[in-house]
Nanobody, 115 residues
């Protein structure tokens, strides 16, 4: 199993930046995929970014060139740096892990982009 604890999030003005972090309960090298989904009100949960155990990453088209996923192996954490935020990025962001055929989720953290 994998426990995930998120931090970060909050309220930011359009054009601003936020950083989300997610601490995993096990060595992240052993986790096939570690990343972030988000869910806006009235919408389905969507993939934002994922980093695979080999180090490569994928992003949703809507966040490419604005968001960057990274990992800290020593701390077993994955982070999401979000720049040039716009109101359409407002959502609850969930850290998730794809490990041994199962998906594990964090509790979610609210990101609100508003002036």
């Amino acid at each position: 199993q994998v426990q995930l604890v998120e931090s970060g999030g909050g309220l930011v003005q359009p054009g601003g930046s936020l950083r989300l972090s997610c601490a995993a309960s096990r060595n992240i090298f052993s986790i096939y995929g570690l990343g972030w989904y988000r869910q806006a009100p009235g919408k389905q949960r969507e993939l934002v970014a994922i980093m695979f155990s080999g180090g490569n990453a994928n992003y949703a088209d809507s966040v490419k060139d604005r968001f960057t996923i990274s990992r800290d192996i020593d701390r077993n954490t994955v982070s999401l740096q979000m720049d040039s935020l716009n109101p359409e990025d407002t959502a609850v962001y969930y850290c998730y892990a794809d490990h041994t055929g199962s998906l594990y989720w964090g509790q979610g953290t609210q990101v609100t982009v508003s002036s």
